[in-house]
């Protein structure tokens, strides 16, 4: 009698443990990255965040090897970093954590792109703010 019921008890145990696993993977997975869609970085490029407006800016547009500032405004913010990408190459760490200046301001100052060697003009900017990830994809001259 014992050896009927094993099989099922095993079966029980393997469903649950892959139903927690489901979950537990679910529960862990990061927020979703959304895009940021801009036409003029100088002029701004604004994006919502938890349900509010917000704005990124860049003092002028980004050219490899001269300073620029990113300053994001971000109602009820409590940290902003970003980090620059080009797609398909690895072009090191170019990570820059924004100081609060003011309640929910965040700036940067003398942020420098590194010269691509394969003459690559396409960036990314991987904005953090808080829990939430933005993608704004750029260019340089």
């Not at 994006?47 to 620029?68: H, I, L, W």
């Not at 940290?79 to 072009?91: L, S």
């Not at 954590?97 to 309640?103: D, E, G, I, R, S």
């Amino acid at each position: 009698m014992k050896w009927k019921i094993a099989p099922w008890i095993f079966v029980a145990i393997l469903l649950g443990v892959a139903f927690y696993a489901h979950f537990a993977r679910q529960a862990q997975s990061p927020p979703p990255t959304r895009t940021i869609a801009c036409a003029d970085l100088a002029q701004g490029c604004a994006f919502d965040f938890r349900g509010q407006a917000a704005k990124v800016n860049f003092s002028r547009p980004p050219t490899p090897m001269e300073g620029f500032t990113l300053t994001v405004h971000a109602p009820g913010a409590k940290a902003v970093a970003v980090d620059f990408q080009m797609p398909d190459m690895d072009m090191g760490e170019n990570r820059y954590a924004l100081k609060q200046v003011q309640p929910g301001v965040f700036s940067a100052e003398n942020i420098v792109l590194p010269v691509c060697a394969h003459g690559g003009v396409n960036w990314v900017a991987n904005l953090r703010v808080d829990e939430a990830t933005y993608t704004l994809p750029f260019s340089v001259r």
